[in-house]
């Protein structure tokens, strides 16, 4: 499979093509709009979720709630074009309006700015933002509900927001997205929620942000799927190369990840056992569900380290690229903590890797196909 976006943050709406979807796969619109709503939801967002409902349009692709084999369109309208047509429109903007010439640290304006010979960062943000990442957990939604269909689940929870952390481990990602959902810091660890969600306070009183930690585990994927032949066909290395992707997204670990480093190889890796019906079996899940580039039966494990939200409302020193003065930045609309909603994003972005590389592994131009193949390899 593969998928396209485009669409900038205050512009006419948002747009996705996913291209290779088997035919026969059940699609529930209300499923897809669930997943927008926990992208929108978390403690510590800021004022542009109190606008946008994302209601996804699906354009081709699917016919009486079945997809047909043929492209999917998905179009997220925006409604807060409304206030920007004048600024944003294709042809009767006013490019004038709205500049933003002190680049904010940590964001893409100075770069986009260089890169594409700009002088009004405005023409980078809009796009590098991430809104876009609405239109991925749509096309990730449409992913889980294949992933689904053949008995794989994917979840995430919060382990992490600016130093306060929880030593919940959950077992299975069965079930675990109920947990989560019902914390306004998606974390499932009581306590720790309440703290988390002070220190967002503590950061919004402060003009300040907040960054953290989210995991997202995935359960019910067959052995064997990536593969250990070639760079470009390890799963680690596609699920993190993917994960990066996201906005804000600095460091990406599998199972034990960074401390591994820490531990020698009696209690790095993961010792097999028989079980009682003549496989394998395991006590550790150290490597995260990943071993050589491939699956190896056990739940995927994965957790994403999320910056701080450079967009600060105390501001940041910075240069004005027009000027040359030293300035401070100025604010766009912006979250104190996002980190909730991130985790929901790359549950969704694993969700599309997931399925990619379950239809590279086992084929099928039909769901039925792809599910015979998935079950003899169980």
């Known amino acids: ?106 964001h893409a ?34 992913c889980k509900q294949l992933l689904e269909a053949v008995g794989v689940t994917v979840a995430s929870y919060v382990t992490e927001i600016a130093g306060i952390s929880t030593d919940y481990r959950a077992d299975s990602a069965v079930g675990l997205n109920a947990l989560s959902d019902a914390s306004p810091v998606r974390c499932p660890d009581l306590a720790a929620a309440k703290a988390m969600m002070q220190k967002i306070d503590d950061c919004k009183a402060a003009g300040d942000t907040a960054g953290g930690c989210v995991r997202v585990m995935a359960s019910g994927m067959p052995i064997g799927v990536g593969s250990h032949v070639e760079y470009y066909r390890k799963l680690d290395y596609v699920l993190s190369g993917h994960l990066m992707s996201l906005q804000a997204v600095k460091a990406v670990e599998i199972g034990m990840g960074a ?46 380290t999320v910056k701080p939200i450079p967009t600060v409302m105390a501001g940041l020193e910075t240069v004005d690229i027009r000027s040359g003065a030293a300035t401070r930045s100025a604010p766009e609309r912006s979250d104190v903590c996002a980190v909730p909603a991130a985790g929901v994003v790359a549950e969704n972005i694993v969700a599309y890797v997931l399925a990619d590389a379950l239809l590279k592994t086992f084929g099928g131009d039909t769901l039925q196909e792809l599910r015979e193949r998935v079950g003899k390899r169980r």
């Open 109 to 142: 304006d100075h770069a986009g700015c260089v890169k594409y010979g700009f002088s009004d960062a405005r023409n980078v943000l809009e796009r590098a933002s991430a809104r876009q990442t609405a239109v991925r957990v749509a096309i990730g939604s449409v």
């Open 259 to 304: 401390r591994l480093s820490s531990v020698t190889g009696l209690h790095a890796h993961d010792c097999m056992y028989p079980d009682d019906k003549g496989g394998i079996m395991r006590k550790t899940n150290r490597a995260g569900g990943i071993e050589g580039g491939m699956t190896n039966g056990e739940n995927i494990v994965l957790s994403c």
């Open 1 to 106: 499979m593969q998928y396209l976006t485009a669409g900038e943050s205050h512009g006419r709406g948002l747009v996705g093509i996913l291209e290779g979807m088997p035919a026969g796969v059940p699609i529930d619109a209300d499923y897809t709009a669930r997943e927008m709503a926990r992208r929108m939801s978390g403690y510590g967002r800021g004022g542009r979720m109190k606008i946008e409902t994302d209601a996804v349009e699906f354009w081709s692709g699917v016919r009486g709630g079945v997809t047909l084999g043929s492209p999917i369109a998905l179009v997220i309208p925006n409604r807060d074009y409304a206030n920007w047509q004048q600024i944003m429109g294709a042809f009767e903007a006013d490019t004038q309006a709205r500049t933003l010439t002190a680049v904010r640290p940590g």
